[in-house]
């Protein structure tokens, strides 16, 4: 059975960071791509970064390059999200989701909830 667990969300001022974890279970990070997705209130699913099995190839949202990172520990099987320089309108709920771009699955996690607010 698939299981992925986020954390590491909370409540910032604008130009703050958090760091994002998600915890695999029966699923091994080295072999597919993961993603970040997020969901802002009201509003609908929008894709934030991805990372390939290998870690070589990394994409981001445009409105977030720069200022967020993706990584993984293979060995720890836990995909992260280095989010730097935050803004308000990176509030939302970020969810972990195997897959890239607009193929990707959530596989029922909570997402962590993340609010950038002065």
């Known amino acids: 059975q698939v299981q992925l667990v986020e954390s590491g969300g909370g409540s910032v001022e604008p130009g703050g960071s958090l760091r994002l974890s998600c915890t695999a279970s029966g699923l091994e990070l080295s072999s597919t791509y993961m993603s970040w997705v997020r969901q802002p209130p009201g509003m609908g699913l929008e894709w934030v970064s991805a990372i390939s099995g290998s870690g070589v190839f990394i994409d981001y949202l445009s409105s977030v390059r720069g200022r967020f990172t993706i990584s993984k520990d293979d060995a720890k099987n836990i995909l992260y999200l280095q989010m730097d320089s935050l803004k308000s309108e990176d509030t939302a709920i970020y969810y972990c989701?195997?897959?890239?771009?607009?193929?990707?699955?959530?596989?029922g996690s909570q997402g962590t909830r993340v609010t950038v607010s002065s």
């Open positions: 989701a195997k897959g890239q771009y607009n193929d990707y699955e959530l596989l």
